[in-house]
């Protein structure tokens, strides 16, 4: 059975860009401004306090992990942190090991952060269907991926890469795995913690190329026309024939920058009988034509 969460988190084509070690102790705040690149910290010891854009400042402890798919705006500061205002350089104590706010003595706290990026032509549509952000605690194995991507961005071993590769394509998969129903933004995540949704969302994935309608898809979720619809496009955050097509043109997108088949091979593997049809939907889609973009992206 094809699995939705491990397919859009596949096509993301997530990359590790950067690991470090931070250690912090005594009063100290760090500001971070992203250009909405992913983030994810995992506390080895302690706490601290993380404010991420507008949402609501959280504690975290020894064994919370969060990733944030998309951060723009950030802070990082010590439970009691120092006054309004003053923030804290950050000192290079050794390779990718950074020190906050007292220099010496024992630190109060130690996390592993990183930042990946995206490889995909879709990652606006693909973070969509995710959570903004990723909250999980209590979940060792979590701490060890984190851990093991740091060990591996540290070190110069033959194929680091397609490790660091593999080993964040596990991480986000295991976060968002883990958050399960947990989840309140609407999205994948949620819809895949419904019974019901779940396997409508599922034999999606396993047939794109079906003539899926949304009587089709309530029937496999063993729920009435109107209740199907209105509980995914709640859950799910879209209605499910926008899904369809969000899903069907992400992977078109894929396979023409892949150079995976021609316009005509692509049109009838994501389910259109035509590549005149295919072209038309697409251009609308996407904002430009797929020979087009096949051309550009190679």
């Given at each position: 059975m094809v699995d939705p969460l491990?397919?859009?988190?596949?096509?993301?084509?997530?990359?590790?860009?950067?690991?470090?070690?931070?250690?912090g102790a005594g009063p100290w705040r760090v500001r971070r401004a992203e250009a909405g690149r992913p983030f994810y910290c995992a506390v080895l010891d302690?706490?601290?306090?993380?404010?991420?854009?507008?949402?609501?400042?959280?504690?975290?402890?020894?064994?919370?992990?969060?990733?944030?798919?998309?951060?723009n705006d950030f802070a990082t500061s010590s439970l009691e942190p120092p006054p309004e205002g003053i923030?804290?350089?950050?000192?290079?104590?050794?390779?990718?090991?950074?020190?906050?706010?007292?220099?010496s003595g024992p630190p109060d706290i130690r996390m592993v952060v990183g930042y990946c990026t995206f490889g995909s032509t879709d990652t606006a549509l693909l973070l969509s269907l995710l959570p903004r952000l990723v909250q999980v605690r209590g979940e060792p194995r979590l701490s060890t991926l984190v851990e093991l991507v740091d060990d591996e961005a540290r070190a110069a071993r033959p194929a680091r890469d397609?490790?660091?590769?593999?080993?964040?394509e596990i991480l986000l998969i295991e976060a968002l795995r883990a958050m399960g129903r947990e989840s309140t933004s609407p999205g994948l995540i949620r819809g895949l913690a419904d019974e019901r949704l779940a396997v409508a969302l599922r034999r999606l994935h396993e047939n794109p190329t079906r003539p899926w309608t949304v009587p089709d898809l309530?029937?496999?979720?063993?729920?009435?026309?109107?209740?199907?619809?209105?509980?995914?496009r709640r859950?799910?955050?879209?209605?499910?024939?926008?899904?369809?097509?969000?899903?069907?043109?992400?992977?078109?997108?894929?396979?023409?920058?892949?150079?995976?088949g021609g316009v005509a091979q692509v049109a009838e593997r994501v389910g259109y009988a035509s590549a005149s049809t295919f072209t038309i939907a697409f251009s609308r889609h996407v904002g430009t034509p797929p020979a087009r973009f096949a051309r550009g992206e190679a």
């Amino acid at each position: 059975m094809v699995d939705p969460l491990t397919e859009v988190v596949t096509l993301l084509q997530p990359i590790a860009s950067l690991s470090k070690l931070v250690s912090g102790a005594g009063p100290w705040r760090v500001r971070r401004a992203e250009a909405g690149r992913p983030f994810y910290c995992a506390v080895l010891d302690g706490a601290c306090r993380l404010a991420v854009d507008d949402h609501p400042p959280m504690i975290l402890e020894r064994g919370d992990f969060v990733l944030i798919p998309s951060v723009n705006d950030f802070a990082t500061s010590s439970l009691e942190p120092p006054p309004e205002g003053i923030v804290t350089t950050p000192v290079e104590v050794g390779p990718r090991h950074y020190r906050m706010g007292r220099q010496s003595g024992p630190p109060d706290i130690r996390m592993v952060v990183g930042y990946c990026t995206f490889g995909s032509t879709d990652t606006a549509l693909l973070l969509s269907l995710l959570p903004r952000l990723v909250q999980v605690r209590g979940e060792p194995r979590l701490s060890t991926l984190v851990e093991l991507v740091d060990d591996e961005a540290r070190a110069a071993r033959p194929a680091r890469d397609v490790i660091l590769t593999r080993l964040v394509e596990i991480l986000l998969i295991e976060a968002l795995r883990a958050m399960g129903r947990e989840s309140t933004s609407p999205g994948l995540i949620r819809g895949l913690a419904d019974e019901r949704l779940a396997v409508a969302l599922r034999r999606l994935h396993e047939n794109p190329t079906r003539p899926w309608t949304v009587p089709d898809l309530a029937k496999e979720a063993g729920l009435s026309r109107s209740v199907f619809f209105e509980r995914f496009r709640r859950v799910v955050g879209v209605a499910p024939m926008e899904y369809l097509l969000a899903w069907r043109m992400a992977l078109a997108k894929d396979m023409l920058r892949r150079e995976d088949g021609g316009v005509a091979q692509v049109a009838e593997r994501v389910g259109y009988a035509s590549a005149s049809t295919f072209t038309i939907a697409f251009s609308r889609h996407v904002g430009t034509p797929p020979a087009r973009f096949a051309r550009g992206e190679a």
